[in-house]
């Protein structure tokens, strides 16, 4: 069984266009996570979720929206996509927001063009 | 702010030992990680460090320096599949995330 599984695993899109990534956890973990990486291997936080609630939102642009419709999921919206966005995004989840180990997906890989 | 620094790349072979070494500047501590990702592939858990000391786990070992602000992971018998980026990541202030280094790129050769 797949612990933290991410879809789709690739995403090729236009500049412009809007698309979503969907992340899920049959842990039962709490908190959940968005990572960006890009080009150069660099792993960044993007936001972090609580049972459904944000707790951590970094300096991304507006145009990430992420959604969380119960503990298990946490979706990832892109609007108005930008060749800059393209990247891996990995989805995790730990036990609670205080930081225990994280368990990672997949990763997204999309390529904007 | 936080600020994390590791090697970006480094070469060892077969059967050898390398020390992967980081150093980290952050607000406060709360606990330092280490993690392994292959090419293509999600990262996954090594190590936790929260107390100074070393801890063993198998052929691979976390060092911590508080004072210091200094962590290595050390890798014993070293094989082809070790080949791959480790990263080092400190919790920030909050405790409520991961802060990473930029990676390790360690390659084994035979």
């Known amino acids: 069984d797949t612990a933290v599984s991410q879809t789709p695993k690739y995403l090729v899109t236009q500049m412009g266009n809007d698309k979503s990534i969907k992340c899920e956890q049959n842990?039962?973990?709490?908190?959940m996570y968005w990572y960006k990486q890009d080009s150069k291997k660099f792993l960044k936080i993007m936001f972090s979720?609580?049972?459904?609630?944000?707790?951590i939102n970094e300096t991304v642009p507006n145009r990430f929206s992420p959604k969380s419709p119960d503990k298990a999921h946490l979706n990832l919206h892109i609007n108005s996509l930008e060749l800059g966005d393209s990247a891996v995004y990995f989805c995790?989840?730990?036990?609670?927001?205080?930081?225990?180990?994280?368990?990672f997906g997949p990763g997204t890989r999309l390529l904007v063009l | 702010g936080q600020n994390i620094d590791q090697p970006t790349e480094m070469t060892a072979t077969e059967g050898a030992i390398v020390q992967i070494n980081c150093t980290y500047q952050?607000?406060?501590?709360?606990?330092l990680f280490w993690y392994q990702q292959h090419a293509g592939e999600a990262p996954t858990f090594l190590s936790y460090?929260?107390?100074?000391g070393l801890e063993e786990k198998g052929r691979f070992s976390s060092f911590l320096s508080r004072s210091k602000g200094y962590s290595y992971l050390l890798l014993k018998e070293l094989q082809m599949k070790d080949s791959a980026s480790y990263l080092c990541?400190?919790?920030?202030?909050?405790?409520?995330?991961?802060?990473f280094g930029k990676g390790t790129t360690l390659s084994v050769s035979s």
């Open positions: 995790a989840s730990s036990p609670s927001r205080f930081q225990e180990t994280q368990y």
């Open positions: 990541a400190a919790l920030n202030q909050a405790g409520t995330a991961l802060i």
């Open positions: 952050t607000s406060g501590f709360n606990g």
């Open positions: 460090n929260v107390l100074d």
């Open positions: 842990l039962g973990h709490d908190t």
């Open positions: 979720y609580n049972n459904k609630e944000l707790i």
